[in-house]
């Protein structure tokens, strides 16, 4: 049982101020375009002009000379590969031999201000021997060569996955109705305010210090060391508060380790600040997909089983592909009772900017495709959208067909919010309006996890640490490895420890995400940090306490386990009068022990799903989300308004409800953006004219993203259902709010207008489209005909099996994990 | 970050002044104003002029006076002052216009003869200069209709490619004040050091993406007349994606003068943004002497809306920018008409947000 669950909270639940709002609000918090260092150098990189070629020569002799230039970087000087996934190593600071997309770095410009490096790099001459531009998955499915990488599942395939969990076939042969529709979700990015920035430096003792704009700071502390071939002891990264994130600074980037080189070659201070064209580039942002979905059900609407075939854009990289690639299949299981599941998943290489994790990562693709799937099977079966869902709930304390294990399930009462809320059983297919506009309600759920289950290098360490220093001044210091990018990382840190030794989370010094001064946590993705970093931080803090507590406890004379650490005092819970101050129970504690210090880690449990490729996927718990938004749709001109959005978000405990709202508001922001115009949208120019193949609008003023003006009200419900792995009760709310959100749209567009849009974004065009075809359907009309590999067979727990694959390779024996039968517990028991 | 190429500063604070610098420069010298079209566009290359002369000390470029019933507007006055002056209430559609660009910020700053002045702008153009290094450039150069001049090192492409196969640029006009300044009649100032001319607003303004202003290099827009708004009623409908920041991809400025029995007397109907110039429909002179009805408005619309020729430059589909511009001429008439906005749909929510009609 987490802590807490069981006794009075003070500090959690209460709606607070954050702590590091006054710097924010204030303009005080420093990110890392706002470092500046003496004798400071400047950094441009010369980026690829063209989306796929050689290189033949570089010649940098005229930059090199120019005025204020230090130094000039090209892939010769950068040979070591790096990349975020250990299987997909294939990213170089600057291009050796090949540039796979118009963006790619093929050198760097260091110089004395940012105009110099600017100006050199107009006279660098790169020899470039043009290749044959791949602009999209089909086209890479259709073109083995020229390969764009010559590692990969095939050609330009870099990965292909197959998994069959039980018989599909069969089940889907045995249904009463088979439903199969194909939906295309295009890419987007993170748009984070802030673009990416790295000042890197030499330490006085000759060590490398580099603070970046990164959410993973360890992560890309284990890339300089490799890219750099330095001793991780010798690099320290520091992550500055991200002004945003969103997944699009989660991967090592190849400006920081270019100017972490430059930083080593010249021994001065260098800095970049990407423009915003470049972090269009640097991307790693949403996979678009194609998506096949065959669900078969009964006539009374319950799934038999459901066969999903899912074609990522992945772009020039790996980035975290591979991994987004599983997650285009692995959460589909964990809502509905599916009892039988076949997925299928096949990811490109193209050229373009790479794609990877945004908000979600992978997994908002398929929930579209599936949630409108289930809206057409509602409306087929004439089953209440609402009713069809609530049916087939996924029971709480059990495994899915896929081996995820799912522990509390807040879903039925988000559901049951959102419709109540909404007005759904009344008001839908039934709303009139006057204004000549056409308006529907449109329902959809979701889950997400409140961090990955394994880290993304194999390990068996925490992966998260707290450390806690205390002393005779009364002060608490949090040291935790985890990221703020706007989240609330730092205000859950200071909440957790304050709650556990009863003092104002305001009077709690955070330092975060240093390598050099706090334990290692993984990061700020995959949501992970509220849940592994808040149970590291509740252990290390009730260390503290229990080192305290016997301390105060002589000194009053009362048992230890009688004491209350509350509004900063220590306590008899029987005579709240015989206490003391918390100082000087710190004081006696210091007395008592020495110098005061405690340390706390995490680690998630073992998952049951043992199959090669179960370890994306699994998570502590999950958090699910209902969405019901209302739509208003313009017969003449296709024109969209979205009225009104309902949401309810299975949190488990909100720590901190204003951030939590926050979280949530801001994800149906985001999410809306994703539906109705956010694109990653690219440009091929007439092929007998020109290879090129452009982003078509690298900036904020024409990538569309909403404005406050298009924020419709949104109602936001917190079904807090405390699940006992979670912090005080608490699960994550960083990604899932988003994901219900684009197919309660498109349902809502249906019950307005009567047309399927199964595409996203959702355009006022494509309505048009629709409702000029005979389908009453804008969207793919086929999914490609393409080989698969052999499906890992795994038998579902309902059908004997254990978790392993039938035909999988063996492995090694290991020794059992924290969790599993045999092994430790997952946290030592903490005492009260 | 992005930078701004090196330039030197000249602060006239006369439009004599003014004038006299720009006849001595030529055309290596641009008007800075607001900026806000030409210091982005200067950080992405597309000009990079070696002198800017700044208006921001001239005096008299910002007043609005008032004679009978006419006003004269000074073409330094601010959008916001613009949206906001009690003078101006009377030509709807201008201060819906100026009320309706960018954001409150850039309407702070930018100026009107700023906006009627703005760059033509198309998606292969508004690009960092690395960008269209991508795509080998364009044919349109960093170079305005008065010959502004580029470094005679600034890489120049050859092709259209919006439209490969043409000969001349497609950029788009994308000012909002010019389409419902010219459906109000009005007429603008020219100053050099050879005197001052006065000309039709549509006459400023030319068919060529490139070369899209008949002013010359040495000329100083100072200000803009309208005449008398008895009897006119005007309205100005902006098709973007969003409700603020975003340029027009599609605008309908609509004006009638309408007897007391609602006959029209005139009409007149320009587009904007749907060429390299703004668009006058004379389709609209077929409303005279009918009434604003339901048939009439319709086939006004289908007619007018032929004028709407939108290319593949801009934010949204062109099919679809050409299918709404028929609704917008005839939404914008049914307001006009004295129909409840409220009652026409999002596109009339949104004009008559802007601004009560």
Known sequence: MAEGSDRKLNVVGVPRRRVDGRAKVTGQTRFADDLTLPRMLHCKMLRSRLPHARIRGIDTARAAAAPGVRLVLTGADTPIPYGILPVSQDEHALCLDRVRFVGDPVAAVIADSEEQALAALDLIAVDYEPLTTIADSEQALATPEPRIHEYGDEANVHKKVAFDFGDVDEALAGADRVFEDVFFYEGNTHLPIEQHATLAAIDPDGKLTVWSATQTPHYLHRALTK??????????????????????????????????????????????????????????????????????????????????????????????????????????????????????????????????????????????????????????????????????????????????????????????????????????????????????????????????????????????????????????????????????????????VAEILGVPPFDIRIITGDTDLTPVDLGSYSSRVTLMMGNAAIEAATRARDLIAPAVAKKLGVPAGRLVFAEARVFDSEDPERGMTWQDAVIHGEAMHGTLGTTGSYKPPMSAAKYKGGGVGPTPTYSYSASVIEVAVDRATGWIEVVKVWIAHDIGRALNPVLTRGQVEGGVYMALGEALMEESAFRRLPPKLSGALVHKMPSMLEYKSPTTFEMPPVETFLVEQPDPRGPFGAKEVGQGPLLPVMPALANAVFDAIGVRIDEIPITPEKIIRALAAKDRRYGPSKFPEMTWPEALKVAPPWEGGDGTASNDKPKKPRMARPGEEGGPPIRPEVRR | MMRCPPFSYRAPTTVDEAVRILAGEGPRAMLLAGGTDLVPNMKRRQQTPPVLVSLRRVAGLREVTADGASVTVGAGLTLAQLAAHPLLRPWTAFGRAADSVATPHIRNAGTLGGNLCLDTRCNYYDQNYEWRKAIDFCMKRGEGGDGWAMRNDAPQGSVCWVAPGSKRCWAVSSTDSAPALIALGAEVTLCSTAGKRTIPLADLYRDDGIDYLAKRPDELLSEVRLGDPSGWRSTYWKLRRREAFDFPVLSVAAAVKLASDGTVLDARLVFGAVASHPVVALAAQKLVGARLTDEAIDAVAAEASKHAKPLDNTDFSLGWRKRVAKAYVAGALRELRGDDPSLLGPHARRAAALRPF
Not at chain 1, 277 to 294: D, N, Q, T
Not at chain 1, 331 to 354: M, S
Request: glycine share 14%; net charge positive; with cysteine.
């Open chain 1, 227 to 496: 890219a750099l071939a330095l001793p991780a002891a010798h690099i320290r990264v520091i992550a500055t508060p991200n002004g945003g994130g969103f997944g699009g600074k989660s991967d090592p980037f190849n400006h920081e380790i270019v100017v972490a080189k430059a930083a080593l070659v010249t021994g001065r201070p260098v800095k970049i600040c990407l423009t915003r064209e470049e972090v269009f580039y640097c991307h790693r942002g949403r996979h678009p997909v194609l998506m096949k979905f065959r669900t078969g059900v009964k006539n009374d609407g319950s799934i038999v089983a459901v066969h999903l075939d899912t074609l990522l854009d992945g772009g020039a990289y790996g980035s975290y592909g591979v991994a987004s690639t599983f997650y285009t299949g692995q959460l589909q299981t964990v809502t509905y009772k599916i009892p039988r599941y076949r997925f299928r998943g096949c990811r490109t290489f193209t050229n373009k900017p790479p794609c990877g994790p945004k908000r979600g990562h992978g997994t908002p693709q398929p929930r579209f495709g599936q949630e409108v799937q289930l809206d057409k099977i509602a409306v087929a079966l004439g089953i209440d959208p609402a009713q069809l869902r609530l049916q087939q709930l996924v029971e709480p304390a059990s495994l899915t067909a896929n081996y995820m294990r799912v522990n509390t399930i807040g879903l039925g009462e988000c559901i049951h919010q959102v419709v109540a809320g909404s007005g759904w059983k009344e008001r839908r297919g039934k709303i009139v309006s006057n204004d000549g506009m056409a308006r529907g309600l449109g329902l959809a759920c979701s889950a997400y996890l409140s961090g990955a289950g394994l880290p993304i290098y194999w390990n068996d360490l925490p992966q998260s640490g707290v450390q806690l220093k205390l002393d005779r001044s009364g002060g608490v210091t949090a040291f935790c490895g985890a990221t703020e990018i706007g989240q609330g990382s730092d205000d859950v840190l200071a909440l957790c």
